[in-house]
């Protein structure tokens, strides 16, 4: 999947670089900044992306209002929280691509998947503790 959306933003990336639209320049300079964040910082930043994300997906799935969507990924925007596929959109138009940015990239995986994952993992020690 990870691998999927490097080659599908890769792809749109360079293609949206060849029209009229301004993003490029633009791009560039949220890049500039990302490789100069110290990797802790980047993965405490990715981290709460990922939870925001787990947030509203699974919230989105609960209650079907797609509003919840919507605040997840303005919140996250707004925020300045790293995600790691808008960042592949990101590198790619902003033609920031190096073995830095790609170990940030990795980083902010890490951080995303974390961030994701700790959510259901505390329900899970929650329901285990209300159990016992």
């Known amino acids: 999947v990870w691998f999927g959306n490097l080659c599908g933003t890769f792809t749109t990336g360079t293609l949206v670089s060849f029209t009229r639209l301004k993003t490029a320049r633009a791009a560039a300079g949220i890049c500039a900044v990302k490789p100069e ?12 992306c990922g939870m925001l994300m787990y947030i509203a997906v699974d919230g989105y799935k609960s209650k079907g209002n797609p509003v919840i969507l919507f605040l997840g990924v303005s919140v996250f925007i707004l925020a300045g929280f790293e995600h790691c596929i808008a960042n592949m959109f990101y590198f790619t138009i ?16 890490l951080g995303n998947a974390a961030g994701a994952f700790i959510i259901p993992l505390l329900y899970k020690v929650v329901r285990k503790e209300q159990i016992s």
């Not at 964040?37 to 709460?48: C, M, V």
Request: charged fraction near 5%; hydrophobic fraction near 55%; glycine fraction near 10%.
């Open 37 to 48: 964040d110290s990797l802790s910082g980047i993965l405490i930043l990715a981290f709460f």
């Open 94 to 109: 902003g033609r920031a691509w190096s073995l830095q940015t790609l170990g940030c990239l990795l980083v902010m995986s």
